[in-house]
């Protein structure tokens, strides 16, 4: 290569990263999304459909209509609420589906594209349907944000810097499947997301309270919820590993959230009166 056009290149580079912000809803932060989401709801697909044919999937019981219950409630509404402030290709493609599989690990996951997965362990963390509300605003919260796709395209863009960037993404299915792998485990341990950073976990808190309250349940329950994470091994699967926000900060924070999503609870229709 020539490396007078050296700088060429870093300009496309960069203007591809620029063009490649979005913002956050609510939260409003700028992040970086340099892959087709519908390429990863495909991917996801087909890692979720592995993952239900050699789980064992509830079909029905008292628990999984609470799961069900409170995923269409959060479902609809959160897709309304997008829809309503302009935001509505964050849900597009989007074809829900809520599940709970019998595994005593203390995890739940929502992968791009709406498929979620309860495991029952985390089921006696949750006690109650507004419990089950609290995980699934959280869960959908990191969908909805697209903290996968950022957390690639963040890998994309480290590995191979502002030069390589458009030739990989003209060439990128192989590329896009390493990294896709990467960022969800898939390989070693079908489903189960890697951690994410402590920034998208504050994110997803953030954006569940909200969530939750929209929906129609007491955001004032949250809390108590992430307490009993705390203290009942919620350290056991990956999407609840080291680095979520310590209980003390976390517990501060949604008190520092919750004037607005109480708000959002008093105006959803779908609470109890
Ligand atoms: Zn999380």
Known sequence: MNSKNLPIILLVGLAMLYSSCSK???????????????ELMGMSLTSYK????????LT????????????????QTISSFLQNNKMGDRVAGFKWEFNLVE????????????????????????????????VMGHEIAH???????????????QQLGGVALSAALANKSQQTQQLFSAAYGIGTQVGAMLPFSRLHESEADELGLYFMAMAGYD??????FWQRMSAGGGGRAPEFLSTHPSPTT?????????????QYYNQSTLKPR
């Open 24 to 38: 956050v809803p609510v939260t409003g932060r700028r992040q970086l999304g340099l892959l087709p989401e519908s």
């Open 50 to 57: 592995q993952f239900l044919a050699s789980n064992k999937v």
């Open 60 to 75: 029905n019981g008292k628990e999984l209509a609470m799961v069900k219950r409170a995923g269409d409630k959060l479902s």
């Open 103 to 134: 595994d005593k690990t203390v995890n739940a996951w929502c992968m791009p594209g709406g498929k979620i997965v309860f495991y029952t362990g985390i089921m006696p963390i949750c006690k109650d349907e507004a419990g089950v509300a609290v």
């Open 143 to 157: 969908a909805i944000a697209r903290h996968g796709n950022e957390r690639m395209s963040q890998g994309l863009a």
């Open 219 to 224: 955001p004032r329950v949250a809390p108590a």
């Open 250 to 262: 976390r517990i501060a924070n949604l008190n520092k959230w919750m004037p607005k999503a109480i």
